[in-house]
């Protein structure tokens, strides 16, 4: 079982519709991050917040918008989205934010489907 | 961003050992080295970080020469259930996205 929860695990909307993508951890973490990942592709990097405040965009489209209400919840709200941008969507945390020596700690991710 | 290269498949045998290589040839003073375990459908799990040298844990061990421009994770007796991709990353405390970028991994099929 992981320890960073996201919700929920499959995802069908219209390129019309709005929706959220919920991610939730309790250990304590102060930095939180949303990953995009293709099949068999790498993670690729999205959002990255630290101590709650929006630290890293890679340049992600305005139809994903991130939020962070707490420490412990990380939220990724979709709207107008593009069948390319079908994909599975994972959270994670770790202590700090990019720190190098305090891994992440992933969820098993939200599998996105835009029809 | 240090890039890191890695074979992208390797084979093995149930009760062998397995080494996948990472070269990371820019890695910087303060870098360090984590290895990363992908099942499909499931977010990546933590195995092994090091800085030099070798470091062990109950899953795995991690080897980097002195020069520290490669490491290799050495699973010991892999098993089915080891059949996943390994990701490595390079990166130093407050580092920000350099410590976040996933190569393309290694992805590693265990036949019986």
């Known amino acids: 079982d992981t320890e960073v929860t996201q919700t929920p695990k499959h995802l069908v909307m219209g390129m019309t519709n709005k929706k959220s993508l919920k991610c939730e951890q309790h250990m304590g973490h102060r930095a939180m991050y949303w990953y995009k990942q293709k099949a068999k592709k790498p993670p690729e990097l999205m959002f990255v917040?630290?101590?709650?405040?929006?630290?890293i965009n890679e340049s992600v489209p305005s139809r994903f918008s991130p939020e962070c209400p707490n420490s412990s919840l990380l939220n990724l709200h979709l709207h107008a989205l593009q069948p390319e941008d079908s994909a599975l969507y994972l959270c994670a945390s770790s202590q700090d934010v990019g720190d190098g020596n305090q891994p992440q700690h992933f969820g098993d991710g939200t599998r996105l489907s835009i029809l | 961003l240090a890039k890191t290269t890695q074979p992208i498949s390797m084979d093995s045998y149930e009760g062998q050992e397995v080494n996948i290589t990472c070269s990371h040839n820019?890695?910087?003073?303060?870098?360090?080295i984590t290895w990363y375990q992908q099942f499909p459908s499931q977010g990546p799990r933590f195995i092994i970080q090091g800085y030099k040298t070798k470091v062990t844990n109950e899953v795995a061990s991690l080897f980097i020469p002195a020069d520290r421009k490669s490491s290799t994770l050495s699973l010991p007796r892999v098993s089915l259930s080891d059949t996943a991709v390994y990701y490595c990353?390079?990166?130093?405390?407050?580092?920000?996205?350099?410590?976040?970028?996933f190569g393309s991994g290694t992805r590693l099929q265990v036949q019986p």
């Open positions: 990353l390079v990166g130093a405390p407050d580092m920000g996205r350099r410590a976040l970028t």
């Open positions: 917040y630290s101590y709650e405040k929006l630290s």
């Open positions: 820019n890695i910087a003073t303060n870098d360090y």
